[in-house]
């Protein structure tokens, strides 16, 4: 599996938008890019997903660029309960593949956001 | 709608003693896994199954039993726990399928070895 490269930590204003990004310069053609968070050592939580082109979900934007080296989770307006650290994973689509869906975190951004 | 379930949420062992955490879903999911957090650190993956009656290994392994007798349920064992297995143990689920859904995560349970 791919690995991927987070900043350790980044600081948001609430209301803006925090934009997270994420390198997975050795993604293959059958790995999506997926973006999980965990609030305060929850469960981590489902943000979003994409192979290659952008998505938007309730929740945030994906932004993946042509050459699928890196990405961006973009939170529109930020607000105090996005404070998590949020990982960004690349994994093989399952659909005949052998990875079994298996997932592997690294140690993800912390997205603090501030009043 | 409960999806993931896990039980117990806290527990605090002595060094030797054995147990076994549950990890119940809902949502007809064919594959289960098992990970560990510590501190500070992402999860990682002991041990999962693609379907009821299987299991295999991931990452940490040792130290663990695992077993899926039903496909709603996952059960993770420690047979003589170890400091070192403090942690806290999520499940989690998948569909196996097409469509690429996403894994979905239970609460976790907080284990102390003392």
């Known amino acids: 599996d791919a690995k991927t490269t987070q900043p350790t930590s980044m600081d948001c204003a609430e209301g803006r938008a925090a934009n997270l990004p994420c390198n997975h310069s050795?993604?293959?053609?059958?790995?999506?890019v997926y973006w999980y968070r965990q609030i305060h050592s929850q469960g981590p939580q489902y943000i979003i997903h994409?192979?290659?082109n952008n998505e938007t979900n309730e929740m945030a934007s994906l932004i993946i660029t042509e050459d699928r080296k890196s990405s961006t989770l973009i939170l529109p307006h930020a607000t105090l309960r996005d404070t998590a650290v949020y990982y960004c994973?690349?994994?093989?689509?399952?659909?005949?593949?052998?990875?079994?869906?298996?997932?592997?975190f690294g140690q993800g951004t912390i997205l603090t956001v501030h009043p | 709608n409960a999806g993931v379930t896990q039980t117990p949420k806290f527990r605090v062992l002595k060094t030797g003693q054995s147990m076994t955490l549950l990890c119940a879903q809902d949502?007809?999911?064919?594959?289960m896994y098992w990970y560990r957090q510590d501190p500070g650190m992402g999860l990682r993956l002991i041990h999962y199954?693609?379907?009821?009656?299987?299991?295999a290994k991931g990452e940490v392994p040792d130290g663990y039993n695992v077993s899926r007798l039903k496909k709603q349920n996952f059960l993770l064992g420690l047979e003589s726990a170890a400091p070192s297995q403090t942690s806290v143990y999520f499940c989690?689920?998948?569909?196996?399928?097409?469509?690429?859904?996403?894994?979905?995560f239970g609460d976790g349970t907080r284990l102390s070895i003392l």
């Open positions: 994973i690349v994994s093989p689509t399952n659909a005949g593949g052998t990875s079994y869906g298996k997932l592997t």
């Open positions: 050795t993604i293959s053609g059958n790995e999506y």
């Open positions: 994409g192979l290659k």
């Open positions: 949502m007809n999911h064919e594959y």
């Open positions: 199954s693609v379907g009821e009656g299987t299991t």
């Open positions: 989690a689920s998948f569909d196996g399928g097409l469509g690429n859904q996403p894994q979905h």
